[in-house]
């Protein structure tokens, strides 16, 4: 059985570009969460989703920054105009159940340039 | 707000020395608490869940304890392949908080020399 596979691993991308990192949960889970590890900081929730539908953004930015889970495919996590900041590593979670007992991906790293 | 104090920030071990890590957390109400074991360049990875306080997990040279403001995780004769970061959460009992969304403390860097 896979695990959550996310890709791409490492993202170069130059400020004002768009990135959208790509996350395919484990077989039989229906629960997505996204986090975010700055540099020297820990991990931060953004947003749960399920399929078409979001359940929770309360940690997604306002501006900029957009996620599905569409019927179909993978859970995409979008950030728009990039800025220095967005920097980070972006891991995605996966749960078969209502249960804090996540599988995350390996996860992907951008780096605006 | 919420709060997850991990420490010490890193730890340096010979192999075989015992020692323990330390996560305080500041919750309105706890409906669990997790350790994560985190390498470089991977995810997380799931070690233990604890729901109560006095509840003990054990697995392979790992026991987790917790109480009412901090949980506790112990290492007994570690190997050099126990060396990691290790991530305490906690998933507060809030009303309408979404399950999978845990506050994470900053880690513990452990380093298990040979």
């Known amino acids: 059985n896979a695990g959550v596979m996310q890709n791409p691993r490492h993202l170069v991308r130059r400020r004002g570009q768009e990135a959208r990192l790509r996350c395919s949960p484990m077989?039989?889970?229906?629960?997505v969460y996204w986090y975010r590890q700055l540099p020297e900081e820990g991990l931060k929730f953004m947003v749960y989703?399920?399929?078409?539908?979001?359940?929770?953004e309360s940690g997604m930015p306002k501006e900029r920054f957009s996620a599905e889970f569409p019927k179909e495919g993978p859970s995409i996590l979008r950030i728009q105009q990039v800025v220095r900041g967005d920097s980070a590593a972006y891991f995605c979670?996966?749960?078969?159940?209502?249960?804090?007992?996540?599988?995350f991906g390996e996860g992907s790293r951008l780096t605006v340039l | 707000e919420d709060q997850v104090t991990q420490s010490p920030e890193a730890l340096r071990l010979q192999e075989g020395e015992s020692s323990s890590l330390n996560c305080s957390y500041t919750?309105?109400?706890?409906?669990?608490l997790f350790w994560y074991r985190q390498d470089p360049g991977k995810g997380p990875e799931f070690l233990f869940t604890?729901?109560?306080a006095g509840e003990e997990k054990e697995k392979e040279r790992l026991k987790a304890t917790l109480t009412k403001k901090e949980s506790f995780l112990h290492i007994t004769a570690p190997k050099p392949e126990d060396s990691a970061t290790y991530l305490c959460?906690?998933?507060?009992?809030?009303?309408?908080?979404?399950?999978?969304?845990?506050?994470f403390g900053q880690g513990t860097i452990l380093t298990v020399h040979p």
């Open positions: 604890l729901y109560s």
């Open positions: 919750v309105s109400g706890l409906r669990g």
């Open positions: 959460a906690v998933h507060p009992n809030a009303g309408g908080t979404s399950y999978g969304k845990l506050t």
């Open positions: 989703l399920q399929k078409e539908n979001i359940i929770d």
């Open positions: 077989k039989g889970h229906s629960h």
């Open positions: 979670a996966s749960s078969p159940q209502y249960t804090g007992e996540l599988f």
